[in-house]
């Protein structure tokens, strides 16, 4: 399901029971997995890679350079960044960092994470969180900057 108020541009492939909700933009090259729900006011791309079962909230932009794995769940306002030193008068498009989202991973709503990261799996980012530093599995970060708050064990 694709909202009608929704741009997905050529070179896209969406995966089986997937939904694109009102106003998003899906740039070209982009990969989005098996029913995953993207919220309103979405910008994901170009060439990002979503796995399945992946839910990204409202108002959320994913950039290139970003690979989200599976069972992953972005909260509401979550921002993402691609380049760690951005300046307007400076075309900086080879610069583009890789930031990888491992599966199970959630962040909470309105939280930052720096470009060039990996966020480890089952890894809990709290909401208002800035992370700008690797995150390891099973863990609760918090906080600006976000800081390592307890470790969680995750069995499904």
Known sequence: ???KSSFVDEDVSIGKGSKIWHFCHILAGTKIGKNCNI???VMIGPDVIIGNNVKIQNNVS????IIIEDD???????????VKFPRAYIDQKKK?????IKKGCTIGANATIICGLELGEYCFVAAGSVVTKSV???SVVLGNPAK????INIKF
């Open 1 to 3: 399901m694709i909202h």
């Open 39 to 41: 919220g309103q006011n």
């Open 62 to 65: 994913l950039f290139k350079g």
């Open 72 to 82: 992953v769940f972005i909260g509401p306002s979550a921002v993402f960044t691609n």
């Open 96 to 100: 583009f960092e890789k930031t990888i």
């Open 136 to 138: 390891p599995k099973n």
């Open 148 to 151: 390592i708050n307890k470790k």
